[in-house]
Each structure stands twice: as C-alpha cells, then as structure tokens.
C-alpha cells in the first residue's frame, strides 16, 4: 500500500491539533493532515469550553434578574427557564461540523475523517489509507473518567457533554467531583432549578485552588443552597424502582433524578495502537519532556492528551512549542511557573503563581495579605458577600509569588497578571498603582496596600 505522505500529520483536530497544523502551515509552509474520527474543532467549541460557558451566562442572568431586579426598580415576572429554548441559544453559538470541514479544507489541509493506529513511528493507518510523515503530532484529546462505583453500570449518568443535551431540568442532581466542572455545573443546574448535592473525595473543592480561596468560593455556593460533601464519595449507586436513582454517601442514602461525573479525565489514546512503537504512557497520558517531545523519535504529543495541565489554552501553548521544535530552533520549553487559571462560578475563583501552600512546600520565606470582597463598592451593588483578594509575597524581595482572586471578573484580574508576575512585579508595585473606582480589580490595591503596613519580620507565614 503506498502511503500519502505529509511534513506533518495531526492526530485530532481540536485546539491543540489546529493550532500545531496552524503554525506549522503558516511559519514553516508545511504540508499537513489532520486526522479526526468523531468531533471536528475538538470538545472546546463543541461541547465543553463555549457552550458550557453560555449555560453560565444564562444561569447568571436568571439568578441576577430574581434576586436584583425588584430591588432596582425592574419590575419582572419570576424567570422561569425553558431549557430546550436555552439549548437551542447555545447551540446556535457553535460551527457545524461541515462547516468545521469546509474551514480546514479551505486551509489546504489534508482533512481525513476516520480513526487512526499507529502502524509505525512515521506512519499511521486511517481506514483503508495510510499517511507517513517525519513528524507527527498526537493531539486526540480526553473525556470524562468513569470513577470506580459500584452500580454505575446500571445508571444512566451524565457528564459535561450530555448535561448540555437535556431538554429539561433536573429535579435533582448529584454530582460527582469538585472541580471546574463540577462546580460550574452544579452551580448552573441550581439556578435553574435543580436540588444540587456535590461530592468531592478531597477536603477542599476546587483542589488546585488556594485553600482560603476555596473556602471561599464554598461558601458562595453553599449561600444559593447548594450542599458540598467534603472527605467523602459515593458508596454505590443504584437505579429506584421510580426511576430515580438511590446513591449511598457513607451512612446516608439519598435519591437524586440525575447524577452527573466531574472526577477527571482521561486521554483518548486506546485506539491509536501505542504499543505497537512503544510510546511511553502513563497515568496522565503520553509522557512528553518541556519540548512536547515524546519517548519515540518524530513523535509529539500536546493538550488533553499529554501529561500536563488540562486546559484550552495550554493545549495551544503545547502545540506551538512542538511545532517550533519540529521545524525551528526548539529553544522555547514548556513553562507553567505562571499559569493563570479560573472557575466560571460566580463569584469567579481565580488564580496566577503559587498558593500558600504552594508558598510553604516551596519554602519560601513569604507574607500574605487579603481583602475581602464585600467592603467593595462595586460588590455592594449585588450584596456580595463572600469573596476574597490574596497576595502572597515574598518577604526580602516584597516579589508577588501569586494572586487569588474569588469576585465577578476574577478570570480577568488574574489573566492580566500573567505578565507582571512572570517579570517580578512586586506587591509594593501593586500597592502604589493607579486603580479604577468602583471596580472589583481595586481589591487587588487595598490588598497590598495593608502589606505597606507590615514590617517584613512581622508578615504571616
């Protein structure tokens, strides 16, 4: 069988995959497949990312429109929510799969739908073809971890993409796992209606979170009524003659209409026949060094895929760097010492550099200050009260080691801090700024304006 042959071939085609096929196109002229075999554009802009982030902003609104809108003066019926209409909404906001096609076509690449295997290190087999290539790029994602419970088998549970595929509301939902999506799904689910519990094996949500942080955060949500299990998990779980489903947490027994996992992720790499040239695969996924490279010769691997950070654009940041290592230099590396991150909640709960903890493992010699969200001008507009803006510093050289920020607009405060992290910026700096007035970003200034106070051998640690 001859083979088609390519500078490039990408398998996936979501952020990372487009994002390598990019570059590699446009700085290099390189001539690139892309190899998908389900979901064309990836889970992001399909079903994970964009349209989740749309069911947030229509759970914000009704909750804003019921619990704002008399007191300013609008007179509203109560909102009820029509989720198919609001599914549709979102669903108008994503590209079809044709026109994903016809989009990567016009890009003059080698658009090939079907499921690749490895056949060797420089070719892969896709159906009845064959493509080779010097440089391949795995980038086939990850989907939702099935935790060990016993009776899963026998429940029709949900996840992220299929959450955002009901025509109604839940009348009630546990869901299982605390992180981003866990949160922001039962967040969602609670304001339009649902009874939320949520089930975390940990003793904090959001773990990679600042703990006083996330504390935080908890206690926003536990405000709207949502219940958080800490330190505990699910028994088992077992369909009710109703039809409900009965899920044991520890010596309590309760009845929920819908369960939804949010306990991790997996990488998509079981059909891709790794064994067959030794790819190096362990827990997180496939193994890669700060170039992206793989254990294997000519192999790359970016995003979901890869052992690394699980988000969108890291999976861009991975592909770029592999592609400047494929066809360049290779003198950029991986780097997340200053990785930005966020939790579409509202309040938000974002984080840049190290945590406390984080701080204290590192063993740094650092202060911390805090402000709280509620003595904000612009967090009285929506009688927030739970919320918090965190500097840790280090003590000799006053250098910000990270921000935490749990408020609306958290996202946007720690993302444009990225920079100013990564080039020293001290909290002295972030003390004498300029800042807007009423903004939830002054928080940020009346945080470290109370280290201007604090003798360097007197600051917390």
């Known amino acids: 069988m001859t083979a088609d042959h390519y500078d490039l071939i990408v398998l996936g085609a979501g952020s990372a995959a487009r994002d390598g096929a990019g570059k590699a196109a446009r700085e290099f002229g390189a001539h690139v497949a892309l190899v998908e075999h389900r979901l064309w554009g990836g889970s992001c802009p399909n079903v994970a990312c964009r349209p989740t982030k749309a069911y947030v902003v229509a759970a914000e609104l009704m909750h804003d429109v019921r619990e704002h809108a008399a007191e300013r003066g609008i007179d509203l019926p109560d909102p009820k929510l029509d989720l198919a209409r609001t599914r549709a909404w979102k669903d108008s906001l994503r590209r079809d799969q044709q026109s994903w096609v016809q ?88 304001r339009f209606g649902s009874r939320v519990t949520i089930v975390n094996s940990g003793p904090q949500i959001a773990a990679r979170a600042d703990r006083e942080a996330a504390r935080e955060l908890q206690a926003a949500l536990e405000a709207e009524g949502i219940e958080i299990v800490l330190n505990g998990g699910v028994d088992s779980l077992a369909s009710s003659p109703s039809g409900s489903v009965e899920a044991k947490l520890g010596d309590r027994l309760i009845e929920v209409s819908h369960v939804l996992l949010a306990s991790g992720r ?81 309040p938000e709960l974002g984080g840049v550099g190290l945590s406390e903890a984080e701080a204290l493992e590192q063993a740094h010699d650092f202060g911390v200050v805090t402000h709280p969200l509620a003595s904000l001008t612009r967090a009285q507009y929506t009688r927030a009260k739970h919320g918090i803006f965190k500097i840790v510093f280090d003590r000799e050289t006053r250098r910000v080691l990270g921000v935490h920020v749990v408020s609306r607009g958290a996202s946007d405060i720690v993302g444009s801090l990225a920079p100013a992290l990564k080039l020293g910026v001290t909290v002295d700096d972030l003390a004498y700024m300029h800042h807007v007035y009423p903004s939830y970003c002054e928080g940020l200034k009346a945080a470290a304006e109370k280290a201007l106070k604090i003798p360097a051998s007197e600051a917390k640690s």
Do not use: C, K
């Open 266 to 346: 997996v990488p998509n790499i079981e059909e891709l026949s790794t064994e067959t040239i030794g790819l190096e695969v362990g827990r997180g996924g496939v193994a890669v060094d700060d170039l992206m490279r793989t254990n294997v010769s000519g192999i790359w691997a970016a995003g979901d895929v890869a052992a690394g950070p699980l988000l969108t654009p890291i999976a861009q940041y991975q592909a770029r760097i592999a592609v400047e290592d494929m066809f360049g230099n290779g003198s950029r590396r991986a780097d997340y010492s200053v990785l930005p991150t966020a939790i579409f909640t509202d």
């Open 103 to 190: 989009v990567l076509t016009e890009a003059r690449y080698g658009v090939v739908s079907g499921t690749a295997s490895f056949v060797d290190a420089h070719t892969v087999r896709v159906g009845e073809r064959e493509l080779s290539g010097e440089r391949i790029l795995v980038a086939t994602g990850g989907r939702t971890a099935v935790p060990p419970i016993p009776g899963i088998e026998g429940v029709a549970w949900l996840d992220h993409v299929s959450a955002l595929e009901l025509d109604e509301v839940p009348e009630s939902l546990l869901v299982v796992g605390a992180g981003p999506v866990g949160l922001e799904f039962g967040q969602i689910f609670a």
